[in-house]
Nanobody, 126 residues
Framework: QVQLVESGGGLVQAGGSLRLSCAAS????????RSWFRQAPGKEREFVAA????????YYHDSAKGRFTISRDNAKNTMYLQMNSLKPEDTAVYYC???????????????????WGQGTQVTVSS
């Protein structure tokens, strides 16, 4: 079993930045692809960004392109999401997720992920 723990959320003004972290532990072998999702109140959980094992393949939701950067440090078993130029519409609970074992390509569907963190709240004030 894999445990994922997010941190780094908080309250920030529009235009500001935050860096989220996701630390993984447990049976991480074979779980190559990691992603960030978010869920705003009253809305469905949506994909934000994904990264493969080596970090040389990433994919972003259109709303995140040019503002967010996903990265990972496999030696630390940690994934990051650097969020710049934040907007009020970025307000949500952000979740990190690990794709099903031995998925190697970047995937964005919710059903491709079976391990989730508890989430970290990001609030952007206008």
């Amino acid at each position: 079993q894999v445990q994922l723990v997010e941190s780094g959320g908080g309250l920030v003004q529009a235009g500001g930045s935050l860096r989220l972290s996701c630390a993984a532990s447990g049976r991480t072998f074979g779980r190559y692809v990691r992603s960030w999702f978010r869920q705003a109140p009253g809305k469905e959980r949506e994909f934000v960004a994904a990264i493969n094992w080596s970090g040389d393949s990433t994919y972003y939701h259109d709303s995140a392109k040019g503002r967010f950067t996903i990265s990972r440090d496999n030696a630390k078993n940690t994934m990051y999401l650097q969020m710049n130029s934040l907007k009020p519409e970025d307000t949500a609970v952000y979740y990190c997720a690990a794709a099903r074992p031995f998925v190697v390509g970047v995937v964005i569907g919710l059903n491709q992920y079976d391990c989730w963190g508890q989430g970290t709240q990001v609030t952007v004030s206008s």
